[in-house]
């Protein structure tokens, strides 16, 4: 038996066992311990704000655990709300994130009071709004329960998250935004809500900012898809006539999938299926009647991002497919559950496949540009590999990304990664493709990363093949050029 006695402000338990189950995993033992305590709120409040990362990170999978079985009483959770709150500030970025998806749990699955509801909004809106990429983004996933949940503080929600959008310029803070408006207009029972929603993307639409103006279509997408019975017959006419005026140009592809979600005849084209088994639809080669249905029904979509981890080759590659035409519907939760299993997947033998993944990744990279530290070093792994076909997948990723999503950062790493690779034969003529296929962002590039592409180009040059050359030679004037260019501009300043 476990040896008891009293700690100050405790019952009588050894809290330092306690925080050594608690730091071991010993979950079972820890909750066992806790149970014996006078005021096990007091105890819990102890964990959280230990001074080891461990205990704290762990103690919050231990109170989840405590709610889910009915240990933990709402009112005693409410107790320890702040503790909880500042956790997301942690320095421990884990943490900061465990945090954030356990406020989102409380949301969906605990009844509050007013007050703490107002506080778990306010944590929430500043985490969305510091644009800090993937913390922002399950935020917002937060926010999103939030406004379906509590009436009284979906305006000023919304209000708040159209504020971001329309007047912060960071990527991060604005896709958190779209992602939390998104997730309110598409679960939202308010008809009023809904459309409110709609009219700001609408407007959203204008915008001079071409990332704006895909990810809204993107987000037109999803809540239509779930809304459009919900919408009158006006607003969608006029959404008809603002998405029509977006044909023909390089939104084109997205403007029709707002429009077929305006259309009935994909709703109608599921339901004769209703009664089949997803595998027997897959079997049948049904998969775009899949798609449909897991934009429908978010059972389904959780079953499709399992099958991508499923031992039957088979059903991976089923489920590949699927997730491909719905990234739109992933929302960040689920999007980046599944980032392992598709930078697994880019590096396929099977050219369909690793193409998709690619292209699939690319497109999560575009909704939640949180991923970029993942995306980064997943790219760090595969330009660094000794097989030319993962340095090929790695190259392909970063044009894909560029195509819709061109970011500085990113291709300013892919460039220090791969000029350390220029004097290996095997991979140097892919790069130089590369090279000359994004050649247009070398304008983005500081000068010093500059000089040293140009200077290594030039050793290059000399034991390069005809080909390669004829690349180096195009590169090397193009980078001469806009050398002398940011001379000339400095010497007139």
Same mark, same amino acid.
Request: glycine share 4%.
């Given at each position: ?27 079972? %033992? ?98 969305? %709004? ?16 939030? #406004? ?23 990527? %991060? ?111 049948? %080669? ?56 598709? #930078? ?150």
């Amino acid at each position: 038996m476990r040896a008891l006695h009293m700690e100050r402000g405790f019952s009588i338990i050894n809290i330092r066992q306690l925080r050594e189950d608690v730091r071991k995993w010993r979950i079972k %033992e820890a909750i066992n311990t806790i149970s014996l305590a006078r005021n096990r709120v007091e105890v819990l409040r102890s964990l959280l704000r230990d001074k080891e990362s461990t205990i704290r990170g762990n103690t919050l999978f231990l109170i989840e655990k405590m709610v889910k079985e009915n240990i933990l009483k709402p009112e005693e959770l409410e107790e320890l709300l702040d503790d909880i709150i500042a956790l997301t500030k942690d320095s421990n970025e884990r943490i900061a994130l465990d945090s954030i998806k356990f406020l989102k749990y409380i949301l969906e699955n605990v009844e509050l009071s007013n007050e703490s509801y107002n506080k778990i909004m306010k944590t929430l809106m500043e985490v969305v %709004e510091s644009g800090k990429g993937v913390l922002g983004e399950y935020a917002a996933e937060g926010l999103g329960v939030l #406004g379906v949940k509590i009436t009284r503080l979906v305006r000023k929600i919304v209000q708040f998250l159209v504020s971001l959008i329309k007047g912060s310029k960071e990527r %991060e803070v604005q896709s958190a935004a779209l992602t939390a408006l998104t997730e309110i207009a598409t679960k939202s029972k308010d008809k009023e809500i809904v459309e409110e929603i709609i009219s700001e993307f609408m407007d959203f639409l204008d915008s001079d900012d071409s990332y704006i103006k895909e990810r809204t279509l993107s987000s037109l997408t999803r809540v239509l898809s779930s809304q459009r019975t919900t919408v009158s017959k006006g607003l969608l006419d006029k959404l008809k006539e603002k998405i029509s005026g977006l044909k023909g140009g390089y939104l084109e592809e997205k403007a029709d999938l707002v429009l077929n979600a305006i259309s009935t005849k994909e709703k109608e084209s599921t339901s004769q299926y209703a009664g089949y088994k997803i595998e027997q639809l897959l079997d049948m %080669e049904k998969h775009e009647i899949v798609a449909e249905m897991a934009k429908e029904n978010e059972e389904i979509l959780d079953r499709i991002v399992d099958m991508l981890s499923s031992q039957d080759y088979i059903r991976r590659t089923d489920a590949l497919w699927v997730i491909s035409r719905i990234v739109d519907f992933l929302g960040p939760s689920r999007a980046y559950s599944i980032l392992p299993t598709l #930078g697994d997947l880019i590096k396929s033998p099977n050219p369909w496949v690793r193409n998709t993944a690619i292209k699939t990744l690319s497109n999560i990279y575009f909704l939640y540009p949180g991923t970029k530290e993942y995306i980064i070093s997943l790219l760090d792994l595969l330009l660094k590999s000794s097989d030319k076909r993962a340095v090929e997948a790695g190259l392909e990723l970063i044009k894909e990304i560029t195509t819709h999503s061109p970011t500085k950062d990113l291709f300013k790493a892919v460039i220090i990664l791969t000029l350390k690779r220029l004097r290996d034969e095997t991979v140097r003529l892919p790069i130089l493709r590369f090279y000359a296929l994004t050649a247009e962002h070398f304008l983005s590039l500081d000068r010093e990363i500059l000089q040293k592409l140009f200077d290594e180009l030039n050793e290059i040059y000399k034991i390069a093949s005809d080909e390669e050359k004829k690349i180096i030679i195009s590169l090397l004037d193009l980078i001469n050029t806009i050398l002398k260019r940011e001379t000339e501009n400095g010497s007139i300043q």
